[in-house]
Structure formats: structure tokens, C-alpha cells
């Protein structure tokens, strides 16, 4: 079984503000099929979605199963108002908000939910964020309510602090996990968090000349020695590529992908990623 567990369907690898507006008065099929075929032809039928806001993971799941692929999604993330995540979800104000937008997820049978707790990797200085996270009181809240309802939790997580709430609120997924302390990897140890760090949105910029490749080379071997300490730890691991992010296609991406996860961990690499593909195919999927 070959999988990726970080995708964002709406979003093309190359030019975000194009990809989006193509669906802007009502979902186009053509790119999402485009979308669908190149994963199919790889033999990548396992994909996890991170949402959108514009119905377009929804409609991918509706034409997923022609093209022989099990496409998971929480329809859209969920954020904090004033916080980062609006390009992919909706925001909350209150927690009835909050119940409200799980709510929607549930009525429209979304898979999991999907939230977002910090902000994205600064790539112009190492070791910074463009913004902070939530309270770590908010992002277990958010997770607690989203398990209380019955949905797996895959989280936007940066930041040793944010990670750390989040893993200790049992949260199922944690995504890119960047700058994760020497705690924080003891922690994910000892949880059944699966971590998906995915590498490609920082290594595939490598020679684009759009960062310093000094720092982003320094971003990266920091990320590869936590998953190699995670691994040695005993963490669960998974391949999740970000593709739709820029500079990483979806179908290429995720070969990308497997190959910087393999390089990161070395010898057991293929059964370490094969059992963290496993529990999340187990445990993404639909409340009963
Ligand atoms: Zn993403």
C-alpha cells in the first residue's frame, strides 16, 4: 500500500492565488481529475486531505473512488479567528462556534477534523514561525472536543509548545512539527500521535533562489535529526508531502516525499513508514 497523508487537492504546486481562483464561482472537475490521475498512475491510492475552503476536497471525494483512490477528508481546517489557517478552513470565535463548525463536518460526513494551531515555517531565519500558536489550553480543548464528538484530530502543529499540547491531548496526527524539543519527541514516543513532518515544502525549495538555501538547508537538517530521534525513540512516522504547497506536485511529490523520509530515517525505514500509514488508514476514517 503506498499513501500520502498530507495533500491539499485545491492547490496546484505551483501558483496558489491561480489554482484557488480557478474554482472561485463554482468547483472545476478537470484539475481535481488531473489531480486524481497522477496519483492513481503512481499507484498512491491512499491519500489524506488537509481541507480547503472551497469545496473542492469535497468534490474530490466524490470522484475519488473512479480512479481507484481512498481519499480521506475533513472537508475544510479549522482555525482560530485572527490565527493562520484561512487559506484552508473556516475560523471560530467561541467554543459554540467551534461545536458548531465540528458539527458541520459531522452533518456533511467529513472524515476527520482538521485543525490549526500555530503558524507556518519562517523561511527567511531558522527556528522562526510566522506567528506563534494558540494557548495551550485552546488546542486541547479543540482537540478534546473534536475526540468527544468521535473524530480522529490531524493538526497544523509548529513549535515545541504547540506540539506538546497537542500530543498531550492525545491528538492523532501532528503535522510538520517543526522545531520539536528533546521533550516533545519523548512525548510522541510515548503517545500513539503519529507524526507526518512533512519535508518537502522546505527541501524542494532547495536551488529555487526564492530562500537562502543556507538557511533553508539548516531548517531541514534540524527536521531530519528530530525524525531520526523520533524514530529511534519509537514514534510513529508517516508519509504526508504537502503537495499543492509550491514546489511540490501532486504524484511527483509524494515519490519526493518517501525519498527525503527514507534519507531522514535509513535502515526500517519501509516497515517504520508502512505501520504509520496503517494506524492513520485505521483511524482517519468516519465516525459511526
Ligand atoms: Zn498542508
Known amino acids: ?22 474554482h472561485r464561482e463554482q468547483v472545476q472537475d478537470e484539475p481535481i481529475r ?25 468534490r474530490a471525494r466524490e470522484l475519488a473512488p473512479a480512479y481507484g483512490l481512498d481519499y480521506r477528508t475533513p472537508l475544510f481546517a479549522i ?22 463548525l465540528v458539527g458541520q463536518v459531522r452533518e456533511k460526513q467529513g472524515d476527520f477534523i482538521k485543525i490549526m494551531t500555530s503558524g507556518l515555517i519562517d523561511f527567511r531565519q531558522v527556528g522562526a514561525l510566522s ?8 488546542i486541547r480543548e479543540m482537540i478534546h472536543i473534536a475526540h468527544e464528538e468521535g473524530f480522529a484530530v490531524m493538526s497544523h502543529t509548529n513549535g515545541a509548545a504547540n506540539a506538546l499540547a497537542a500530543i498531550e491531548a492525545g491528538v492523532d496526527s501532528l503535522e510538520h ?17 503519529v507524526w507526518v513532518p512533512t519535508l518537502s515544502p522546505c527541501l524542494n525549495m532547495l536551488g529555487s533562489g526564492r530562500y537562502d538555501d543556507g538557511v533553508l538547508r539548516e531548517i531541514g537538517r534540524i527536521h531530519r535529526e528530530n ?3 523520533a524514530a529511534q525513540k519509537g514514534a510513529l512516522l ?51
Open 177 to 193: 512539527g517543526a522545531f520539536l524539543s528533546e521533550e516533545c519527541l519523548e512525548a510522541l514516543a510515548e503517545s500513539r500521535t
Open 227 to 229: 525524525i531520526r530521534q
Open 1 to 22: 500500500m503506498r499513501g500520502d497523508c498530507h495533500i491539499h487537492v485545491i492547490m496546484d504546486g505551483v501558483n496558489y492565488r491561480q489554482a484557488v481562483d480557478l
Open 131 to 138: 506567528e506563534e500558536g494558540l494557548e495551550p489550553e485552546t
Open 238 to 288: 508517516a508519509v504526508g508531502s504537502d503537495a499543492g504547497a509550491w514546489q511540490v506536485p501532486h504524484g511527483p511529490g509524494t515519490e519526493t516525499e518517501e525519498r527525503w523520509m527514507r534519507q531522514a530515517l535509513g535502515e526500517g525505514a519501509e516497515e517504520l513508514l508502512e505501520r504509520g500509514l496503517e494506524e492513520i488508514r485505521r483511524r482517519f476514517r468516519r465516525p459511526a
Open 34 to 58: 488531473r489531480c486524481l490521475s497522477a496519483y492513481r498512475d503512481r499507484g498512491i491510492t491512499f491519500l489524506r486531505e488537509g481541507g480547503d475552503a472551497r469545496h473542492v476536497s469535497e
Open 79 to 100: 482555525h482560530k479567528k485572527g490565527h493562520y489557517g484561512g487559506i484552508v478552513g473556516y475560523a471560530f470565535e467561541t467554543w459554540d462556534e467551534y461545536r458548531a
